[in-house]
Nanobody, 123 residues
Framework: QVQLVESGGGLVQAGGSLRLSCAAS????????MGWFRQAPGKEREFVGA????????DYADSVKGRFTISRDNAKSTVNLQMNSLKPGDTAVYFC????????????????WGQGTQVTVSS
């Protein structure tokens, strides 16, 4: 059983940056695709990006492409989401998840989820 814990959320002004981290315990994420989703109040959980277990393939939603970067360190069982040029529309709770398949744009593909971390971007 893999447990995921996100951290790094907070309040930032538009144009600023944040770096989210997702730490895994209870098992290795080495063979899992790892994804980031976000959910704003009253909206469905939205795909942000995902990284293949090897780290060699990364998929981004069009809304964040060029601004967000996903990376992973399998030895440390961590996945990071570097968010630059943040916009008020990026405000949401951000979740990381682990999936045993690829591609993984659909939340139903994920086996494990973290509890989420709040990101608020002020205008």
């Amino acid at each position: 059983q893999v447990q995921l814990v996100e951290s790094g959320g907070g309040l930032v002004q538009a144009g600023g940056s944040l770096r989210l981290s997702c730490a895994a315990s209870g098992g290795t994420i080495r063979r899992y695709s790892m994804g980031w989703f976000r959910q704003a109040p009253g909206k469905e959980r939205e795909f942000v990006g995902a990284i293949y277990w090897s780290g060699l393939t990364i998929d981004y939603a069009d809304s964040v492409k060029g601004r967000f970067t996903i990376s992973r360190d399998n030895a440390k069982s961590t996945v990071n989401l570097q968010m630059n040029s943040l916009k008020p529309g990026d405000t949401a709770v951000y979740f990381c998840g682990a999936a045993g398949s690829w591609p993984v744009r659909d939340a139903s593909e994920y086996n494990y989820w973290g509890q989420g971390t709040q990101v608020t971007v002020s205008s």
